[in-house]
């Protein structure tokens, strides 16, 4: 099973070209840093254009990611508002490989947009041998415990098969159980 955040296409970072998400850029964490990395490229779809005007491809609002106003005030506010002890979350059956192999599988994505991250299970893993990328430590906080644990998860790739026939190649850490 995969959790995933809500945004399909992880390419690289926009400022640095790192393997993060581009509001995570460590390296240019301002709005002047990230401005200046922009150089020559639309400020609202974050494509390059050689005149710096809007590529057409933007939705007429400025990226959060360049835009001053929005670095200004920042609130966050999670809200959940359930009448009954069932919460539904959204689930898609996707077919997912290898990028090494011809190893295939059919399994259950699961969308959690409060993710920051993707996630495999290790079962589905070992089912497609996919090869450890790395090793990262990522802290965890569960439902009702007082105390943050941290755990050693590995990096890997794998690629999904979308609608359109087309496949996305993205990143996941591998854990051992997702429920």
Known sequence: MILRRTHLIFDKCRFCHGKH??????KYKTVDG?????????????????DNSPSGLSSG???SLTCLSEQRKTTSKNMLISFSEIVLMQTAKVEVNNPNDSLKQTTRLL???????TYISQKLASKLKLKSEGDEKITIVTFGSEKAR???TASTS???RLN???VLKISAKIVPVIS
């Open 21 to 26: 998400w581009s509001d995570k850029c460590p």
């Open 34 to 50: 990230r401005k200046a990395q922009l150089k020559g490229s639309c400020y609202k779809c974050l494509l390059r254009n050689n």
């Open 61 to 63: 609002v400025e990226q």
């Open 111 to 117: 969308f959690d947009s409060g993710s920051q991250r």
């Open 150 to 152: 941290t755990v050693k």
């Open 158 to 160: 794998l690629c999904i």
């Open 164 to 166: 359109n026939e087309k």
